[in-house]
């Protein structure tokens, strides 16, 4: 015979946090089941997480905080006495926030509105689990009947620890699930219930299988559908004058549109059933629905938005119906979740950049620039969403008539951080490559105060931005007043490789006229860093990149150009370049630096008694780069000028090219668009040896960087 088994349910006391947005304290605690056999051992044990809600709709900045601390501690048996001290730290935070808020009522009709959209007012009778079967026999009987079923149902699914027993309860779901398909649209407030009911189960995903069976996503998206009909149907016969809608009908419709949305994005944590939601058009009826005045309602569906944007199907619809102008009425906006939300909506849709125009084009810039000075906005959302509308060069021009510039420069110079955060000092350097915003943070004190904090604290991020504002030929000049903290730093900091990258690179944009270079090179001590950095292994390419234009810089100097020719840094230069073939940056500096050393007389010997350094440049004559054409060229011209043995060769090479592009003319009959130079250039394979061949090629734009 089997032994007689008790369940036993314990609930043990965990921790109470705010509510993100709504004015709540949410309580977290264990609910563990077991089952006790009749010797007193546990057969079986069950440990749930489970959380309740205790609304403080009409906290104000009068109210005792003490007084109501002891009273939800009399109310709640989740939270232990000893954490009364706890409580009213809680509250006494809640209270600030709604009084920064400065909507205090506003807040709490919100919060109570928010409440109302999930659940609907039951009878005023007592719900129990034990009578469960009577309220499923309620299911089968009339519409008044159904809608008391219901919601006394509901009273139990709101407790946590009812759900899992719920679940073994085909008859009762799948009478709910019934009633939700053939009564759903005799009456709204039947409809809601049942939703509700399914969409505290659909909380947890545990539950998401037994939602899913009763196919309770595919109905509520059928309701959504038809509740947007009904809204048609509604404007059509106001437009008309035939009828006036009345706000009961509205609000009501928006608790059933609400409930049903808010279980459908739950379930949506799966993407399979996501995409099944997607195909059956949920996607344009979000955007519609943009067009509700309900914060917290509009706050859900810009949550649903924001989910199903990070697929480019999904925001290839929102662009199809135009989501940019409906979103910009909500920046800047007096809810702030509806707000904090739509930015991060926003932030999603900016990656695109038809999108990023969009948002330019309905005056989206300076609203977000006035929210920079709020107190209350997600600094890191808005500043992330600013970067990258900054991306697009024709808008950056744009940014100097906001107030941008000067807020950003003042998050930057008064952050208490050691190091700035990055997504400031980002949207920094993107706006500084426009000479007119460069000018804007250059102005007073700007460019000193970012390079002495740069150099205090050793950020290369702030150096970065004090190189990009140098690039401009306007600002270069104001560098001249640091010269020597630069050059110390770059002593200090020649182990410090993401430093030396920045300071180098400050240093490289100084081709100035009638700076005295040699002056610099040898009170710092420069050319035996140089040549250090540069010996194959020992640097990373984007430091070896940054020393090699700063050795074609200084030797806008000429009186450098003995001690780069004396350095052996030729020599280096020749087997960097046999290494470094296959990136066009590197390859165009080093030429470019040949071409330096070939244009002074004192120099030109060196590099010409070095026949690999010509047999390179000869390699490189039709290179498939632009930019590297024109410099080898200008080399080349030098070289045949000053060595007749090396002008033959040059002739020659110079044959074996336009023999070949002829003969294939004649023989292949190319396309001719094969006569463009960089085609007919891409064409040849006639080289002495295999370097040429092992180089990818990389095109640059214009101005070689």
């Given at each position: 015979m089997d032994e007689e088994q008790v369940l036993r349910r314990r609930a043990k006391a965990g921790y109470v946090e705010v509510h993100p947005t709504d004015s709540a304290l949410v309580v977290f605690y264990e609910v563990e089941a077991e089952i006790i056999a009749e010797h007193g051992g546990s057969i079986l044990a069950d440990r749930t997480l489970c959380q309740k809600q205790i609304r403080v709709p009409a906290l104000t900045p009068k109210t005792d905080v003490a007084a109501l601390a002891q009273r939800i501690l009399s109310k709640c048996?989740?939270?232990?006495?000893?954490?009364?001290?706890?409580?009213?730290?809680?509250?006494?935070?809640l209270q600030q926030r709604n009084r920064a808020s400065g909507h205090n009522v506003q807040a709490a009709e919100r919060a109570e509105s928010k409440r109302q959209m999930l659940v609907q007012a039951a009878d005023k009778e007592q719900a129990r689990l034990a009578d469960i079967d009577d309220y499923i026999e309620m299911l089968y009987d009339d519409t008044k009947s159904k809608i008391r079923g219901t919601a006394l149902i509901l009273q139990l699914v709101r407790s946590p620890e009812n759900l899992a027993e719920l679940t073994h309860n085909e008859t009762m779901l799948g009478a709910l699930a019934r009633v939700m398909r053939e009564d759903g649209l005799k009456s709204p407030q039947l409809t809601t219930n049942i939703v509700s009911i399914f969409f505290f189960f659909s909380s947890y995903s545990e539950f998401h299988p037994v939602v899913s069976h009763f196919k309770i996503g595919a109905t509520c998206v059928k309701i959504v559908e038809q509740e947007m009909e009904r809204y048609t149907m509604w404007q059509r016969a106001i437009d008309k004058r035939r009828r006036k809608l009345e706000k009961g009908e509205l609000t009501e419709q928006e608790q059933l549109l609400y409930v049903a949305l808010h279980l459908l994005l739950n379930l949506a944590e799966d993407t399979q059933t996501e995409i099944k939601m997607v195909r059956k058009g949920l996607v344009p009826q979000l955007v519609t629905l943009l067009d509700?005045?309900?914060?917290?309602?509009?706050?859900?569906?810009?949550?649903?938005?924001?989910?199903?944007?990070?697929?480019?199907?999904?925001?290839?619809?929102?662009?199809?119906?135009?989501?940019?102008?409906?979103?910009?009425?909500?920046?800047?906006?007096?809810?702030?979740?509806?707000?904090?939300?739509?930015?991060?909506?926003?932030?999603?849709l900016s990656c695109k950049p038809e999108l990023r125009k969009r948002m330019i084009d309905v005056g989206?810039?300076?609203?977000?620039?006035?929210?920079?000075?709020?107190?209350?906005?997600?600094?890191?959302?808005?500043?992330?969403?600013?970067?990258?509308l900054s991306l697009d060069e024709d808008t950056l021009p744009?940014?100097?008539?906001?107030?941008?510039?000067?807020?950003?420069?003042?998050?930057?110079?008064?952050?208490?951080?050691?190091?700035?955060?990055?997504?400031?000092?980002?949207?920094?350097?993107?706006?500084?490559?426009s000479y007119r915003n460069a000018k804007i943070m250059c102005e007073g004190s700007g460019l000193k105060l970012l390079l002495k904090r740069g150099l205090r604290v050793r950020d290369p991020v702030l150096l970065k931005l004090?190189?990009?504002?140098?690039?401009?030929?306007?600002?270069?000049?104001?560098?001249?007043?640091f010269i020597d903290p630069l050059g110390k730093e770059i002593q200090a900091c020649h182990q410090d490789a993401?430093?030396?990258?920045?300071?180098?690179?400050?240093?490289?944009?100084?081709?100035?006229?009638?700076?005295?270079?040699?002056?610099?090179?040898?009170?710092?001590?420069?050319?035996?860093?140089?040549?250090?950095?540069?010996?194959?292994?020992?640097?990373?390419?984007?430091?070896?990149?940054?020393?090699?234009?700063?050795?074609?810089?200084?030797l806008s100097d000429p009186a450098c150009a003995p001690l780069v020719a004396q350095s052996g840094l030729v020599e280096i230069f020749i087997e960097l370049l046999k290494q470094k073939q296959e990136d066009d940056e590197i390859v165009l500096q080093i030429v470019f630096v040949w071409n330096k050393l070939l244009f002074y007389t004192s120099t030109r010997r060196v590099v010409l008694q070095h026949s690999r350094a010509v047999s390179y440049l000869l390699d490189l004559m039709h290179d498939t780069n632009d930019v590297i054409r024109k410099v080898v060229?200008?080399?080349?011209?030098?070289?045949?000028?000053?060595?007749?043995?090396?002008?033959?060769?040059?002739?020659?090479?110079?044959?074996?090219?336009?023999?070949?592009?002829?003969?294939?003319?004649?023989?292949?009959?190319?396309?001719?668009?094969?006569?463009?130079?960089?085609?007919?250039?891409?064409?040849?394979?006639?080289?002495?040896?295999?370097?040429?061949?092992?180089?990818?090629?990389?095109r640059l734009d214009d101005e070689g960087t």
């Open positions: 048996k989740y939270i232990m006495p000893s954490q009364l001290g706890e409580v009213e730290q809680l509250l006494a935070f509700r005045m309900n914060y917290e309602f509009l706050t859900l569906v810009v949550t649903f938005l924001k989910k199903l944007s990070v697929f480019e199907e999904n925001t290839a619809v929102m662009i199809e119906h135009d989501i940019v102008t409906k979103l910009a009425k909500f920046v800047p906006h007096e809810c702030e979740p509806l707000q904090t939300t739509s930015l991060r909506l926003l932030l999603n989206l810039l300076p609203r977000l620039s006035q929210l920079l000075d709020e107190p209350e906005v997600q600094l890191g959302l808005l500043v992330t969403l600013l970067y990258n744009l940014f100097g008539a906001t107030e941008t510039i000067p807020s950003v420069m003042r998050l930057i110079l008064t952050s208490e951080a050691e190091y700035v955060e990055v997504e400031p000092v980002a949207l920094a350097i993107n706006l500084a490559k004090v190189r990009t504002l140098c690039q401009h030929e306007q600002t270069k000049e104001l560098l001249l007043d993401d430093m030396l990258v920045e300071l180098v690179g400050i240093l490289a944009q100084l081709d100035i006229e009638n700076f005295n270079f040699e002056a610099l090179v040898t009170e710092y001590d420069l050319i035996p860093l140089m040549r250090d950095i540069l010996q194959p292994g020992v640097a990373e390419d984007d430091l070896v990149l940054e020393v090699v234009i700063l050795v074609g810089t200084i060229a200008g080399a080349l011209d030098i070289v045949a000028e000053c060595d007749e043995h090396w002008a033959a060769e040059i002739r020659i090479k110079q044959f074996q090219f336009h023999n070949g592009i002829w003969l294939d003319m004649v023989l292949g009959e190319p396309d001719q668009n094969a006569l463009d130079d960089v085609d007919l250039y891409e064409q040849e394979h006639e080289h002495d040896d295999d370097f040429e061949a092992r180089r990818h090629g990389l």
